[in-house]
């Protein structure tokens, strides 16, 4: 435990702040303005760029998620600096290589957690979500909102479906309730997770 804080890691209170910041900020100025001009000029709002709703849901969804990942990575880090506080120059690098190859991915996520700090990530409680939420941020972070080629398989469409985000035309429909969806998800992880250190 960390003083007052209800949490064993730092890190997992300034993750859920920032998460309630994200879920509960409004989008008072829109979509930037250079977005809207080209979006206009060729053609392509909805189509290739979502529209302004989308976009601001978009980027909600995206930050959370990531949020999420950043808050694993910096405690996976924390974890294994606290281990080797006075590691000689080999231990630091190899330290350092740990830090880079558990933030890879996912997979390399749960890998790091279970090898390193005996962590089992599947035993934290809404882990089964995780690779929905994953491939939708995956589609945001690169398509656009729209399914990458590697995304384009049932297995993919069904795990973004069973996380409350349609799939249409090999686009994620992010609504307002797979934004909830999003942020319960997320706290309930991040907590649970704060749970098993």
């Given at each position: 435990?960390?003083?007052?804080?209800?949490?064993?890691?730092?890190?997992?209170?300034?993750?859920?702040?920032?998460?309630?910041?994200?879920?509960?900020?409004?989008?008072?100025?829109?979509?930037?303005?250079?977005?809207?001009?080209?979006?206009?000029?060729?053609?392509?709002?909805?189509?290739?760029?979502?529209?302004?709703?989308?976009?601001?849901?978009?980027?909600?969804?995206?930050?959370?998620?990531?949020?999420?990942?950043?808050?694993?990575?910096?405690?996976?880090?924390?974890?294994?600096?606290?281990?080797?506080?006075?590691?000689?120059?080999?231990?630091?690098?190899?330290?350092?290589?740990?830090?880079?190859?558990?933030?890879?991915?996912?997979?390399?996520?749960?890998?790091?957690?279970?090898?390193?700090?005996?962590?089992?990530?599947?035993?934290?409680?809404?882990?089964?979500?995780?690779?929905?939420?994953?491939?939708?941020?995956?589609?945001?972070?690169?398509?656009?909102?729209?399914?990458?080629?590697?995304?384009?398989?049932?297995?993919?469409?069904?795990?973004?479906?069973?996380?409350?985000?349609?799939?249409?035309?090999?686009?994620?429909?992010?609504?307002?309730?797979?934004?909830?969806?999003?942020?319960?998800f997320s706290r309930e992880f991040i907590i649970g997770f704060d749970k098993n250190l």
């Open positions: 435990m960390n003083g007052s804080s209800p949490y064993r890691n730092i890190a997992t209170e300034h993750a859920l702040i920032a998460l309630v910041r994200t879920f509960r900020e409004g989008w008072s100025s829109g979509v930037p303005s250079a977005y809207r001009r080209v979006g206009r000029r060729i053609g392509m709002v909805g189509v290739l760029f979502p529209s302004e709703n989308e976009f601001h849901r978009h980027s909600k969804y995206l930050r959370m998620v990531s949020i999420v990942e950043a808050c694993l990575d910096t405690v996976g880090s924390s974890l294994l600096r606290e281990d080797y506080p006075s590691a000689p120059d080999l231990y630091r690098k190899l330290i350092d290589e740990a830090e880079v190859t558990s933030s890879r991915g996912w997979p390399d996520r749960r890998k790091a957690f279970k090898h390193y700090h005996g962590i089992d990530l599947s035993t934290v409680p809404r882990h089964g979500d995780l690779d929905g939420v994953s491939d939708v941020r995956n589609a945001i972070a690169h398509g656009l909102g729209v399914l990458t080629p590697r995304q384009r398989t049932a297995s993919v469409r069904r795990r973004i479906e069973s996380v409350d985000v349609p799939v249409r035309d090999n686009r994620v429909i992010v609504a307002d309730n797979s934004i909830s969806f999003c942020y319960e």
